[in-house]
C-alpha cells in the first residue's frame, strides 16, 4: 500500500463536497493517483532547481538595493552579540544617520539612456534574393508586433534586469488579447525571482536548457478562463482550491521590496491568489521517418502508429478479397529520435491543469533566456562590479559627516568654579540648553571672575583635503570600472578640452560597455527568431499593416500568410531610422532632390515621413484630376483643323522656359503653393 502524501487541501479546513466527477483534460484521467505521483516527484525536482537559484536571488536583490539607494542593508556580525545585524542597524545604533551618494543609478540611468538614443528594430532577410518584398513584408509585420507590445517600454527593462541579476528572460506566446478582443502576438518580460531551470547549465549561450519553468500566481476566477473547458472542469478546479478566499484581501504589500525576498515554492503570500506551476521540459520519442507508397510522399510517425496504419490497409485490402502482400504499405523506416517540447501546469497538489506537446512550430518552449557574463558556470552581473567602490564612497561620506558635525559642534568648556552654586540639576540644565537651538545659560558669577572663566566652545575643522580628494578618486575610480564617463553623460567638458578629445572619451566610453549592449542585441534577435516563428504559424489572414514612420513599399504593406509561410528569414537588430535625426536628415535629402528638379513632388510625398504627406498626395490627385479634365475640355474647344496660325520659331523661341514641375496651371493654386514653398521649390 502506498503512503499517503499529504497536500494542502488535507492540511486545510474540509469543505462540503459535490457530486464526484470524472473530468478528463490533455493530461489524461485526473484522478489517476499515478499520475499525480509523477506530477510531485517533477515538483520537487522544480523545487530543487528553485533552491539551487538562491544564490543568483540574493545577489540580484542586493544589486537592486544598491541601484535603488537602499545601500546599507549589507549584514554584518553583531559586535554586541551574536548573529548578524545590517550595517543600518549597526550605525543607528551609535546614533549615526546613514548617508548614501548613490553613484550607481547614474550610471543605470546613462546605458539607458545611451540604448534609447539608439533605437533598435527588428529586420527580416530572406535567404532567396528573389524574396526581397517578402522581406521588407516581415519587417513591417515584426514591428507591427513592437508597436503592439509596446517595445519601447519593455525594451529598457529587460536591459535593467540584465544590468542587475544578469538574466535574460523573454516570452513570445500567443495569447488573447483582451483590450483588443482578439488573438495576438503576446511579449513578456519574465522575473528571474519567480524562475528555475536545470542547474548543471554551463553553456554561454544557454543551449543547454532541459527544463524551465515559473511560479505564477493567479486570482481563481482567471485560473478558471485559462483552463476550465467545461462545467465539470470549473467544478474539479473549485474543489483543488478550495482552501483559497478569494473574497479575503490581500496581506501582500504593494510595491514592496521585500516581495520575492521570502518566496516559498509551494505557498504565496496572499490568502486570496491560486499558485500554479508552468513546467516545460525537454523530452525524446522514437519517431521513424518512412515512405507512404499510397501517398507518394515521406511520413514521420511513431512505430507504434505506423505499425496501426499497415495493419489497417492490409485489412482493408484482404476483406475486398485482395492479397495482403498486394497492399500499399509505408516502406523503407529510417530510425531517429525526435526531441520536443512538452508543458505541464500543475497545482501545488500535483494535479494537472493541463498538459500538452509544445504547439509551436519551432517544436520548444515560448521562453528565450540568456545571461551576460556566464564563465566558468558563474554569473556576474554588470552592475556587481562597481558596488565595492560604492561602499567606499559611503563609507567616506559618513565619516565626513560626523566629522563635520564634530567641527559644527566643537567641545564645550565650561569652568564650575566660577558658578557659586553649581548643582547636578543645573548641570543637567546647562547640557540641555546648550545643545538646544536659542538656548540661554544663566550662572551667577563670584566675585572677580574673569571673561576666560567664563563657559566657551573649542572648534576646529576636522574635514581636510585629503577626504575631498579621496572621494573625488572614488568618483573617478566607478567611470573607470563601468566605462560610463561624464562625456557620455552629456555633461559640459572642462575648458581647453578640444572636439576631438571629448569624441574620444565618449567612443571609450561606448567600447566599454559594447560588450553589454551587444548582448543585449544578440538576445533580442534569437527572442525575435521564435516570434517571427509565431508569426508565419499563427498570422492566417491577410492584414494591412499599419507602422508608424516605415518607408516600404506599398506591396510590402500588406501581409499574405500564402507568399511568407514556406519562405526561409535570418534576422538583424539594425538602428532604427524613426528617430528625429534620422528623419531631419532624410527630409533635408529630399528637399534637394526636388528643388533640383531630380524627382517629382508626387514622389517626394510618396517617399517623405512627414504627417501631412498623405494629405499633400491627395491633393495632388485632385488637381491632376482638375487639370486632365481641363485639357479635354480645352481640346474640345480648340479651333478646327486647317485654321491654326502658324507660329514663327522666334515667337516660339521668345517663350519663358518652363520650370520644372510647375508648367501647368494646376501648381498655382493657393494650397499647392503653400505646400511647394515648404518644400523649397
Known amino acids: 500500500m502506498k503512503n499517503k502524501i499529504l497536500t494542502y487541501s488535507d492540511l486545510m479546513p474540509k469543505v462540503k463536497k459535490s457530486a464526484e466527477v470524472e473530468v478528463l483534460f490533455n493530461g489524461g484521467d485526473l484522478s489517476n493517483e499515478d499520475e499525480r505521483h509523477r506530477n510531485i516527484r517533477l515538483l520537487e525536482n522544480c523545487r530543487q532547481m528553485y533552491d539551487n537559484l538562491e544564490g ?98 519593455l525594451l529598457p527593462a529587460l536591459l535593467l534586469e540584465l544590468m542587475v541579476s544578469g538574466l535574460y528572460i523573454r516570452k513570445q506566446d500567443w495569447q488573447f488579447d483582451y483590450e483588443r478582443q482578439r488573438y495576438d502576438v503576446f511579449l513578456e518580460a519574465e522575473n528571474p525571482a519567480m524562475c528555475f531551470f536545470n542547474s548543471d547549465v554551463s553553456d554561454v549561450r544557454f543551449k543547454n536548457i532541459r527544463t524551465i519553468g515559473f511560479i505564477r500566481d493567479a486570482a481563481l476566477e482567471d485560473i478558471l478562463a485559462m483552463f476550465a473547458k467545461s462545467p465539470q472542469q470549473a467544478e474539479q478546479i473549485r474543489k483543488w482550491y478550495a482552501y483559497v478566499k478569494p473574497e479575503f484581501a490581500t496581506m501582500m504589500r504593494t510595491f514592496d521590496k521585500d516581495r520575492y525576498e521570502n518566496e516559498y515554492f509551494y505557498g504565496n503570500n496572499t490568502t486570496n491568489l491560486c499558485r500554479y506551476f508552468e513546467v516545460w521540459t525537454k523530452e525524446s520519442r522514437q519517431m521513424v521517418r518512412a515512405h507512404d507508397v499510397l501517398k507518394g510522399k515521406i511520413v514521420v510517425d511513431t512505430p507504434e502508429n505506423i ?122 540644565e546647562v547640557l540641555e540648553n546648550w545643545t538646544r537651538v536659542g538656548g540661554v545659560i544663566f550662572a551667577k558669577m563670584k566675585p572677580g571672575s574673569t571673561v576666560a572663566s567664563l563657559p566657551h566652545q573649542i572648534q576646529m575643522n576636522l574635514v581636510s583635503n585629503v577626504d575631498i580628494s579621496l572621494m573625488q578618486i572614488y568618483m573617478k575610480l566607478v567611470e573607470e570600472i563601468t566605462g560610463v564617463n561624464n562625456a557620455m553623460q552629456g555633461n559640459t567638458p572642462p575648458s581647453g578640452t578640444t572636439a576631438s578629445q571629448y569624441a574620444m572619451q565618449v567612443q571609450a566610453g561606448n567600447t566599454n560597455i559594447a560588450n553589454l549592449l551587444g548582448s543585449f542585441d544578440k538576445f533580442n534577435r534569437s527572442a525575435d527568431y521564435k516570434m517571427l516563428s509565431l508569426i508565419q504559424q499563427y498570422y492566417t489572414e491577410k492584414t494591412l499593416l499599419s507602422v508608424v514612420g516605415n518607408t516600404y513599399s506599398n506591396e510590402a504593406k500588406w501581409y499574405d500568410p500564402e507568399k511568407i509561410k514556406d519562405s526561409i528569414f535570418d534576422l538583424a537588430i539594425v538602428e532604427t531610422t524613426a528617430t528625429p535625426m534620422f528623419r531631419m536628415m ?76 510647375l508648367t501647368d496651371k494646376v501648381h498655382t493654386s493657393p494650397e499647392m503653393e503653400k505646400i511647394y514653398s515648404r518644400l523649397g521649390v
Open 56 to 153: 543568483m536571488r540574493r545577489n540580484r536583490q542586493r544589486i537592486l538595493n544598491f541601484v535603488f539607494n537602499r545601500q546599507f542593508e549589507d549584514m554584518m556580525l553583531d559586535p554586541d552579540g551574536c548573529g548578524y545585524i545590517s550595517e543600518k542597524q549597526f550605525l543607528l545604533r551609535q546614533n549615526i544617520q546613514p548617508t548614501a551618494v548613490n553613484v550607481l543609478m547614474k550610471v543605470v540611468k546613462t546605458i539607458i539612456g545611451v540604448y534609447l538614443g539608439n533605437p533598435k528594430e527588428p529586420h527580416a532577410y530572406a535567404r532567396d534574393r528573389d524574396e526581397q518584398k517578402l522581406s521588407e513584408m516581415m519587417s513591417m509585420t515584426m514591428q507591427m508586433v513592437y508597436q503592439n507590445n509596446d517595445m519601447d517600454v
Open 586 to 661: 532624410g527630409e533635408q535629402t529630399l528637399n534637394d532632390l526636388v528643388s533640383k528638379g531630380i524627382i517629382t513632388p508626387e514622389l517626394y510625398f510618396e517617399l517623405s515621413t512627414q504627417p501631412f504627406t498623405d494629405r499633400a498626395a491627395e491633393i495632388i490627385k485632385l488637381e491632376q484630376e482638375k487639370q486632365k479634365q481641363a485639357a479635354e475640355q480645352a481640346q474640345q474647344q480648340q479651333i478646327p483643323f486647317g485654321n491654326e496660325q502658324p507660329q514663327s520659331q522666334q515667337a516660339v523661341d521668345e517663350q519663358p522656359a518652363p520650370q520644372p514641375y
Open 307 to 428: 505499425k496501426k496504419i499497415n495493419q489497417k490497409r492490409i485489412e482493408q485490402i484482404t476483406s475486398l478479397g485482395g492479397l495482403a502482400e498486394n497492399a500499399a504499405l509505408i516502406e523503407g523506416f529510417e530510425y531517429f529520435i525526435d526531441r520536443y517540447s512538452y508543458v505541464r501546469y500543475l497545482t501545488p497538489d500535483g494535479y494537472t491543469l493541463l498538459e500538452m506537446e509544445s504547439p509551436f512550430i519551432h517544436k520548444s518552449d515560448p521562453y528565450t533566456l540568456k545571461g551576460h557574463i556566464v564563465i566558468n558556470g558563474e554569473l556576474h552581473p554588470f552592475m556587481e562590479d562597481p558596488i565595492g567602490i560604492q561602499k567606499l564612497i559611503n563609507e567616506l561620506n559618513t565619516q565626513i559627516t560626523l566629522m563635520r558635525n564634530a567641527s559644527a559642534k566643537g567641545v564645550l568648556i565650561y569652568p564650575i568654579e566660577h558658578d557659586v552654586e553649581f548643582t547636578e540639576q543645573d548641570k543637567m
